[in-house]
């Protein structure tokens, strides 16, 4: 392996570290996720520059020790310390991502997706062009692919806020009954309003695969006594 990176190679590893996060911040920034196109693009060559410095430590190291044998057991070189502080340090920017509501947690998939990109970005700039391309793949592959590909029907909590209390509890466990959507747990609740008594419902389902959330939230909504109807994450 020769002991210098040429300008070209330089050139290389920049411009595949933009390919690469560029094609997995494109997706994030499709889907409206806080960290878009140009963040996933400046982690993954802000990694590659750190490595690319890494390596070259490690290099002049090495030419430092042939010019100078006496001090060779003095020169060390760790090629992993730099590195190691990329992979560390991107937490703090994942972590601003990740938004945390009363009743949700969004963005863990944008965090990693950061990490995921700081890694490519690391293997680039180290030259190792088989190791980023296909871990882009998978990478690009998981965030595209893997919801379509497996669907877990997992438990939602869904909230519902009206005033009609015994007509729309019997409109509710028909419409669930209909759409096969199973009732797992449910708490009930009331508060008062400008506008009187409002009841509150939490129920906690399990939706079939051919149904979306979306769609019972907006059938719901329908109903002309329903106040508010939201999912909440459990």
Known sequence: MALKVTTVEIIIRLLLAVLIAGVIGYDR?????????????????????????????????????????????????DEARLIAQVVSGIGFLGAGTIIVTRHSILGLTTAASLWATASLGLAVGMGYYEIAIISALVVIGVLTFMQKLIHVDTLKKIEVKYRDKLATKTYLQQYFATKHITINDVSFNTEQTAQGEVYINVYKIKIPRQLAYTQIVEDISLRSDIVKVRLISI
Request: proline share 4%; hydrophobic share 50%; charged share 15%.
């Open 29 to 77: 920034e499709y889907k409206n996720r806080p960290a878009g196109l140009r963040t996933h693009i400046l982690v993954c060559v802000g990694a590659c520059v750190i490595a690319m410095i890494q390596q070259k430590i490690g290099f002049q190291a090495i030419q430092f020790a042939r010019a100078f044998p006496q001090y060779a057991g003095v020169v060390r070189a």
